[in-house]
Every structure is written in C-alpha cells, then in structure tokens.
C-alpha cells in the first residue's frame, strides 16, 4: 500500500522540514511514500480559498484511494487505533492511503464529506507542526503493526 499526504502551502520551518525528512525516511522503509504540496490561495474569502485549495487536493486523489482528512472535529484516536486503522486498510487491499492537510482555513464543506475525519488532538497546532506529528504518527503506526519496540 503506498502513503500520499497531501498538504496545502510549504513547509517552511526549518525544524519542520527536518522532521518532515527524518520521518519521511522512516516510513519508507515500511510503504512507499509520497508527499505533495499543494499550492495555498491568498487574497480570497475564507470559503473561497477553501473551494480552490480542495479543488487542487482532489486532483491528487485517484479513485479507488482511502481519504483521511485532518481536521478538528475529526475522530481522535490512540497510536495503537491508528495502527489498526492503517493495517486494516492494508489488508484489506487499499491501493493508495491518502492523508490531507488543509489550508488555514481547512476543508470545504463538500470535500470534508469525502473521506474519513481524524483529528490529531483537541489542541490547536500550527498546519506546519501538523505535517510532522502526522508523518510521526504513520511511522509509530508502522511500527506497531510490525511490532518494533519503538511504542511502548
């Protein structure tokens, strides 16, 4: 099963970028992997940057692909749920594992109804900070479905 993740705007932080690089390596020694960034709308209302940032996301989602979208009213799951979550996609025979970071203002309404809702905590983190503490959680998941002592 190959990973997408999806993100509107650069990573810009130095640090950021760093652990971005440090887990992306991680997790590609368990799937493949595959980061994209998404090119954020500037000087638009709220909802219309929505619309245009998820009209772009929804072109890097093929059909037959899990969505998992970021988002705070998403459902909050442990490690190990997530782990579940990704392994039973795997065995299920999931092509492609698409996660999507949205812009400042998240997900359209109609694209929040596309895929499955996860959210990460109930405290608010920066979309930069978000980026690492996903790629974190895919490589921790993988190292539970195989057992590593990584989790404990």
């Known amino acids: 099963m190959k990973i997408k993740v999806l993100w509107v705007g650069k990573s ?12 992306a390596g991680r997790i590609r020694r368990y799937s493949p992997l595959e980061l994209v960034d998404i090119r954020d709308e500037k000087g638009a209302a709220a909802e219309d940057m929505r619309r245009r940032e998820c009209e772009r996301l929804e072109k890097q989602i093929p059909p ?5 979208l970021l988002d705070e009213r998403g459902e909050q799951m442990d490690s190990p749920g997530l782990a579940s979550f990704v392994g039973r996609q795997r065995d299920s025979g999931v092509g492609e594992l698409i996660f999507a970071i949205g812009g400042a203002y998240g997900f359209s309404e109609e694209f929040r109804r596309r895929g499955k809702l996860l959210a990460l905590s109930k405290m608010t983190f ?3 900070m978000v980026r690492a503490f996903l790629l974190e959680q895919i490589y921790r998941a993988f190292t539970i479905l195989n057992n590593e002592p990584y989790h404990h």
């Open 12 to 23: 810009r932080d130095p640090w950021v970028k760093d652990a971005i690089d440090e887990y």
């Open 126 to 128: 920066t979309h930069q």
């Open 64 to 68: 037959g692909a899990t969505l998992v």
